[in-house]
């Protein structure tokens, strides 16, 4: 489902941001990146949803690689991705509602149809009452999961998430887990970076341990 | 809009989890082609709707775009109606562009016709006017102030006066001169008097004030441009994150502009409407004075208003400005913005 | 700008931990004045200076701005010196509006000399010119063309005229008419006429022209107001999450609103010295065209460019423009704010 | 230094966030403020920092009460503070240096001091070296630690981090609450809420913890 094969990834000024990294999600497989902070894990993400493209090496995705898609044709290969963003990304002047019906919005989904699939990803999320409310009259852990539940509303083929538990209590963020564990059981691979250990520790799943840029353990 | 991979959803559960993926779809699998035109329009009509909404959301806003702009398309418009209320002027005021031949004292009414009937086979003749001894008296009594003076005279010492006026005269002041050459050779004329002082006072007044609107018509189409074009800049740039986070989410480039043209389409429709009100009110205010002038004149001169097709011509424009103008700055910022 | 609470730091450690923090200070007890005094000078240079950077930083931004203000400011500028000009034009015309006094046939040159004194004591008579009767014979041949047909005459059919300029005639035609009344009660006057026909064609002209200058004006006001305005708002919005977070750290309301002031400043400014070169670079392309006119009508008609206080004032205006539209627009966008 | 006197807070449409909070911090105090995710922690700090004021009941701090403080005195008021945002809040405009500077900026510090103080507080974080760089080009933990250098740079009576260690992976954050207690060795008062479960228990400090609103618990 996704492979790195040997990728690097340098800035301008800061230098190389990721070294030679390699490594293989099969379709349904749940992992862990980890890193201390600047390590480089936003950035891989970030070349998986070629927000960043100037990498060297070779990212296949879905049986693409994604060095030969076109600009025209990022946005169909994003719609089967959900991305978690650190920062959330919500749109301040629309309601939790539109935030989340974005990503059905965008794809043609009839009103029927995304009413129907917001609701659902908002009752997963313990955010449903909440369809009215703009993204800044939510608590920090509120504003995070709208970011999941429009992240995961399109039924994407992977989950991309970005620290989606920094702001959220202990009890929320099992439940998060639990909730990428059901779309693993139906098939979508997930790949979640975090800095939370005793999340890590609790559950069994594979652990990316990215250094400075370079792959330094893949553990189960 | 490509429709290609676009994700049509089959099923309608309303758990997003139990409810197995949608295998990935082309448009050629999914929905049939009348569902697809469906959808497609009704996402065009929402956009429409939305993007009026949106303009009405924030009021302010909008309330002054649209009269930065009808301010600068009324300028535009006032200033055309001025150029075509001018040519009417200009038309108007050819016939004192005239040739006055003056016939010798013994020259009889019958061969003073004869030689108008001549003159008026001329092409560049416009028209010829007999003036007999009797008409030219009493025009000068009214025309000089003289007429006391004149009336005390025993014998009219006026001679019959031909008023030729020529074709186009006003834009070719040297062809009307070689005229007038050519109807002194006419035995019967004593002398010919061309009122070319006045041709090139009126050839030099229009010139004036053609260079004079020509500058203010460049600058007036350029404030129409830069600031439509500026103000649905700021109007992008404040909806930055909007666009950058539609992307992020799989928005086509067709999709994240959409709203913008159909947000310049309506602020370019209301100005236009709005610069119609403003144009339409100052020619009224106008239009007495302009009467008064006109009857004084003699003349039929009338005040032209925006005519009906002129009135569809503005507003079409406008709403073209709009999105013509989104469409470039949406495609620069889209540029910028790159992935 | 308040000072008071201001903290001023007295220590110069570099590390932030390890340094005793700071005892609250007020103005009263921290640093000498004039200390005060320096840093608040420096404070504001650097926020001019500043301010400049940021725009010549996002420059698209800033010319785009510079451009549409110095559009509307020098349409405005354009607007001014027509109706500097076409005052000028007015009392140049002035002198067309005479009142013609004809004599009877037997006064003496000497009698009408007489009588013309006797005029010019009056108050609202500005000249009185004696017209002899060889003059007006040579005047009339001239300015008739019937030149041919006057001298074929044995005697001199034509009057002594008195040629009277009223003062400020134009403004007030109701006057010049009973003036011309008075004249008639003279026993030498024959009968007198005033061209009023043209006193009234002028002064409508002058009233539509007015009128429509006044509408136009009011239309560039409103332009320059709400473009600026509109300008500044849409800047403000763009840096509305600067202002939120200075003012989240402690930021007094004048401290975010003097960037904004500066930079009104240096918009209304680069505006106005841009203006001035569009505007003189019209004058410069219609004063060709303008002087052959004013050649043709024997005039001292000169075209007037915008001179070294006017041009001061422009550049000043636009400042105070820019200031003051920022100064609104600030106050305003805070209120929004609230906190 | 801070007191809380029975007080409330209530948004239009969502009812009650806090009621009838009670509880005092003395000068160089440290405390933890926990609770799920909407429980009332940010709007706790909103009604210190005046933010928010709509409340009932009573706030004191540092002598004053801050609902007899008007409108242009608030400024004055926190640049006492220093206020760490759960998300952030920087300048995105603006180099990381002139982000931490701003505070001094307003306060009218000399250039030489600002250099020096905000060189001070980069380090203090890690974040040395960074300077020029712009908030985007930054990860998430190195942007959070920005926040935390400009709310410490100017040396406030109080301060008050709203999950400051979110992003930041489990030896940043330790460091970090090392940092907070060099402040208070030095006086400083400090209000941390935080969902880290494994922070608080590692730390002995008191804990504050909020409940729909209700201060359900204060422990040592
Ligand atoms: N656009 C950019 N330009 C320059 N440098 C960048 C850019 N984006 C990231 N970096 C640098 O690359 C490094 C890795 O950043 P990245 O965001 O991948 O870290 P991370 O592992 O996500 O860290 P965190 O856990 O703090 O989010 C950082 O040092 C950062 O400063
Ligand atoms: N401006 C506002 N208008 C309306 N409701 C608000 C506003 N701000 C916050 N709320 C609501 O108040 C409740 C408490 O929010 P608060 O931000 O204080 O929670 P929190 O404890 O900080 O949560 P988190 O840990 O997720 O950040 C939430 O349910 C939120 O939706
Ligand atoms: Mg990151
Ligand atoms: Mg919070």
Redesign the pocket.
Known sequence: MLEFDNVSMR?Q??GD?LRNVSFRLTKGEIAFLT?H????????FKLIAMIERGNRGKIMFNKRDLSQIRSSQIPYIRREMGLIF?DYKLLNDRTVFDNVALPLVIMGYSAKEINGLVRAALSKVGLLGKERKLPLTLSGGEQQRVGIARAVVHKPLIILA??PTGNLDPELSAEIMHLFEQFQNVGVTVLI?T?DISLISTLNHRVLR?DHGNLVASVK | MKHKNKHKPRNNHNSIIEAKRNPKQTSKTGGTFVDKLYAYRDQHAQALFSSLGRLVASRLNALLTVIVLSISISLACGFYLLIMNTKQLTVDLESSNQISLFLHDDVSLASANRLANGIKLDPSVQMVKVITKEQALKEFEDFSGFGDAVRALEKNPLPIVLQVIPKNSLEEGQNVETLVENFKQAAEVDFAQLDLHWVKRLQTMIEVSQCAMILMGILLSLAVLVITGNTIRLEFHTRRDEIIIAKLVGATNSFVQRPFLYSGFWIGFFSGINAWFIVTLMMLILKQSVEKLSMLYNSSFHLLFMGFFETLALIFVSSMLGIVGSWVVVQIQLQQLKS
């Open positions: 800035y000024e800061v941001v890193g902070s600047g390590a480089g894990k936003s950035t891989l650190q970005d620290e970076a800095h990215l």
